[in-house]
Each structure stands twice: as structure tokens, then as C-alpha cells.
């Protein structure tokens, strides 16, 4: 059974860092992508980072380049997203992502089934 688990939210004040984690359960072998979505009260899901499992190629959209870093984590199939000098509008839910694919970008890669997410927030 496929599922995501996200962990290390918390609050912080503007400037500030989080480091976040997700494990994806039920990939045993092929070309997994995994990524970190977030969604902010009433708005859309929207893409942050992504990479392969492996810890190759990854990739930001341009609104946390510079600030994020997406990882490989220390556990199989694992990635942690370190966020730097946070901003109050990176205050969202943020949702792991894991899909099955020879193309790994933050632009395609598509999530679900969604875990509870983690929830960050940044204070001004």
C-alpha cells in the first residue's frame, strides 16, 4: 500500500529554519521521484521541490530557490526538504509526493495519495 509519511513542521519566526522529512512506503524498486507540495488556507496545492530518490537532479520552483534544499534522506526512500530564512508566506500544509517516473521535475510530478501533510508556520 503506497502511502506518505511527513514529519518536522513547526512554527518559527521570519528567517528562520525547518527541516522536513518524508518516507514513501510501498515504492520496493524502479525510478521514484519524490517531491514536497504545500497548500496555504483557501488556496491551491502548489509545487516546491522535487528530486530522485537517489538524491540526483533536483529541482525548485522559483519562489524557494535559494532557500530550500531537497535531499536524499538517511532511510531508503526517504527526502528531506531544509527550508531557510522562511518567509511568512511559506506558512502552509506541506505534502510529500513519490511517483514512478524516468523524469524527475517539480513541473510533472504528480502527487497522491496524499499523507496528513506537516504544517509549517513562519511569523513576521
Known amino acids: 500500500q503506497v502511502h506518505m509519511l511527513e514529519s518536522g513542521g513547526g512554527s518559527v519566526q521570519t528567517g528562520g529554519s525547518l527541516k522536513l522529512s518524508c518516507t514513501a512506503f510501498?515504492?520496493?524498486?524502479?525510478?521514484?521521484?519524490m517531491g514536497w507540495f504545500r497548500q496555504a488556507p483557501g488556496k491551491e496545492r502548489e509545487r516546491v521541490a522535487a528530486?530522485?530518490?537517489?538524491?540526483?537532479?533536483?529541482t525548485y520552483v522559483d519562489s524557494v530557490k535559494g532557500r530550500f534544499t531537497i535531499s536524499k534522506g538517511s532511510a531508503s526512500n526517504t527526502v528531506d526538504l531544509q527550508m531557510d530564512d522562511l518567509k511568512p508566506e511559506d506558512s502552509a500544509v506541506y505534502y510529500c509526493?513519490?511517483?514512478?517516473?524516468?523524469?524527475?521535475?517539480?513541473?510533472?510530478?504528480?502527487?497522491?495519495?496524499w499523507g496528513q501533510g506537516t504544517r509549517v508556520t513562519v511569523s513576521s
Open positions: 509526493a513519490a511517483e514512478l517516473t524516468f523524469r524527475c521535475h517539480i513541473s510533472t510530478l504528480r502527487g497522491g495519495p
Open positions: 528530486i530522485e530518490v537517489d538524491g540526483s537532479n533536483p
Open positions: 510501498g515504492y520496493s524498486y524502479g525510478n521514484i521521484c
